[in-house]
């Protein structure tokens, strides 16, 4: 079987770390209703995990007592949340972690088992340590780009709804911003 090759996979703005990732190998891309479910399920996922990392402290600088009171509630509320949520991580079997390079159509990772070129594959992907609850995304493998250590493989994911996309995208970029200015303050510190 030759491997399908995708000439944009790597392209764009990307989101590269580590996280805990499993796959399982399907037989075909889900039908209609299939596919609705999981597109459902990662509306959720997503919209969770962004509001999990937004940033409170953006608007401390405005002084008002009530901003500082509010920055100060979020935090609480985020640290029982990140308890919460180790809580259920410890309770549920949360697959180890894996290198991954996250884009808005596709997925490459390193693990010490990947599967095939033109396999068809549900994947899960925890985004958030406080959030339990996989991004399950379904697409067929590709060959991987070397973004990744090797044994890499990478997934162009398959029927995506667009506020799925839209989602993936803000989160992408979001973390994408926040390397470029992590790499800025490591150059000013020096």
Not at 5 to 17: C, D, I, M, R
Not at 151 to 175: N, Q, W
Request: hydrophobic letters at 40%; proline letters at 8%; glycine letters at 6%.
């Amino acid at each position: 079987m030759s491997a399908p090759h995708n000439p944009t996979l790597g392209q764009g703005v990307l989101y590269e770390t580590r996280v805990p990732l499993s796959w399982k190998p399907i037989k075909q891309q889900p039908d209609e209703h299939q596919q609705l479910a999981l597109n459902d399920h990662n509306d959720t996922v997503l919209r969770t995990v962004l509001a999990l990392e937004e940033v409170g402290s953006e608007h401390a600088e405005e002084g008002s007592g009530s901003v500082q009171d509010m920055v100060r509630i979020e935090a609480k509320v985020n640290l029982v949340l990140n308890l919460v949520g180790q809580l259920l991580a410890a309770q549920s079997a949360i697959p180890p972690k894996a290198s991954v390079c996250l884009g808005a159509e596709f997925l490459e990772w390193s693990a010490p088992s990947v599967p095939e070129p033109g396999q068809w594959v549900l994947i899960e992907l925890y985004l958030h340590p406080s959030y339990p609850r996989p991004l399950r995304m379904v697409g067929q493998i590709q060959e991987p780009t070397g973004r990744v250590s090797a044994p890499a493989a990478a997934l162009t994911f398959a029927g995506m709804s667009e506020p799925v996309r839209d989602a993936l995208e803000k989160l992408i970029f979001r973390h994408h911003r926040r390397a470029i200015a992590q790499t800025r303050a490591r150059r000013t510190d020096r």
